[in-house]
């Protein structure tokens, strides 16, 4: 009996990892992480939390199997309304109410950036790039790419996504991407609004900004620049330290409005 073909669909977005579709699954690699990441996957599962893949297994190739989350990765352009990111909060804050009562395994292991520290009230994500956010119907349903996953204090997922979705960055990548250029402290307000930040909380999220891409960009220099990890290294090669110079200066020219909107 001849055995079936098993098709291999490349699937594009990510920087760093090779992911493949086969039927309704998602094969990836794995990292020292992954049995952490895997253990917060199914209490997602178990609490019935339906914005994260299921974990399934591992492959004869040492693959992790996730299920394939149904719908849209947000590819330039991105939907960009302000419901979108009204959404974004509200689904950032279920995510992480959903862990309550979730342990992690005694001897977890995460992926941190140089610096980082594993300690926080709930896991982040701490991810929130544009491809890792999966739309339906134009609204966001779930997110996908875990590796990051990591504990740390709730703003530092809201500031993950202020980032990306606010956008806090340069004009021209915000319009490579479909995203607005005006209004950014007005839709970050309405992230915090909608994720249910406090006056205090909000106060601090421009703070957790800057310590987030001071780690990204030793992370890309260090990983990329001085270790030449894969992936990590193309990024480095092709001018991530150029990208995050002029993402911080367009923050500190930008900060007074944005902290005036969150006041």
């Known amino acids: 009996m001849t055995e079936p073909v098993v098709t291999e669909e490349l699937l594009h977005g990510g920087d760093l990892t090779t992911v493949v579709r086969i039927g309704d699954t998602v094969r990836r690699q794995t990292g020292p992480w992954s049995p952490t990441v895997h253990a917060l996957l199914q209490h997602f599962e178990r609490v019935g939390f339906d914005g994260a893949p299921r974990f399934l297994g591992i492959d004869e190739q040492g693959r992790e199997i996730l299920s394939f989350v149904e719908g849209e990765p947000a590819h330039a352009p991105v939907p960009a309304d302000d419901d979108v990111v009204w959404e974004l909060g509200r689904l950032l804050r279920r995510m992480h109410d959903a862990q309550e009562g979730f342990e992690p395994p005694a001897d977890a292991q995460w992926q941190l950036l140089p ?21 339906r119907d134009g609204r966001p349903a779930a997110l996908i790419d875990w590796d990051l996953a990591k504990p740390a204090a709730r703003i530092a997922d809201v500031a993950r996504t202020s980032s990306y979705w606010a956008p806090l960055i340069r004009d021209s990548i915000a319009l490579e991407w479909g995203l607005p250029t005006d209004r950014r402290g007005d839709r970050m307000r309405l992230l915090c609004d909608a994720y249910g930040l406090s006056a205090r909380d909000r106060g601090q999220v421009l703070d957790e900004v800057v310590r987030r891409r001071e780690r990204g960009y030793e992370a890309h220099r260090l990983w990329g620049g001085v270790e030449r990890r894969p992936g990590w290294r193309e990024m480095w090669d092709a001018g991530s330290a150029d990208q995050f110079a002029a993402n911080m200066r367009w923050l500190e020219e930008h900060r007074p409005e944005l902290e005036r909107a969150l006041s």
């Open 115 to 135: 610096g980082e520290e594993p300690t926080g009230e709930v896991i982040c994500h701490d991810d929130l790039f544009w491809t890792n956010v999966i739309f």
